[in-house]
């Protein structure tokens, strides 16, 4: 079993920043790919952004490319989701999720650990 504990939501001015964390425990994070997704209300919970436990290679929906950096600490077991320049429209509940599948996913199926979100919140 993995529990995953995430931080760093909150409410900031469209063009901002936040730094999301995840922090594991339970088990070594070190074995798991790791992933961040959101929802926004009343849409699907969508891939926001993955990196693997191999050799930490990244991989972003085009939505946030080029705005958000996913980062990993194995020895702190915590993951990162750098978010610049945010806009309205990236406002949700963000969940990070562990994978132990053979490659990165962007299938929120493919998960088997969920924490239990941190709300971001974007003004305009």
């Known amino acids: 079993q993995v529990q995953l504990v995430e931080s760093g939501g909150g409410l900031v001015q469209a063009g901002g920043s936040l730094r999301l964390s995840c922090a594991a425990s339970g088990r070594a994070m070190s074995g798991f790919h790791m992933g961040w997704f959101r929802q926004a209300p009343g849409k699907e919970r969508e891939f926001v952004a993955a990196i693997s436990w191999r050799d930490f290679t990244t991989n972003y929906a085009d939505s946030v490319k080029g705005r958000s950096t996913i980062s990993r600490d194995n020895a702190k077991n915590t993951v990162y989701l750098e978010m610049n320049s945010l806009r309205p429209e990236d406002t949700a509940v963000y969940y990070c999720?562990?994978?132990?599948?053979?490659?990165?996913?962007?299938?929120?199926?493919?998960?088997?650990?969920w924490g239990q979100g941190t709300q971001v919140t974007v003004s305009s």
């Open positions: 999720a562990a994978d132990g599948g053979w490659s990165t996913s962007r299938a929120a199926a493919e998960y088997e650990y």
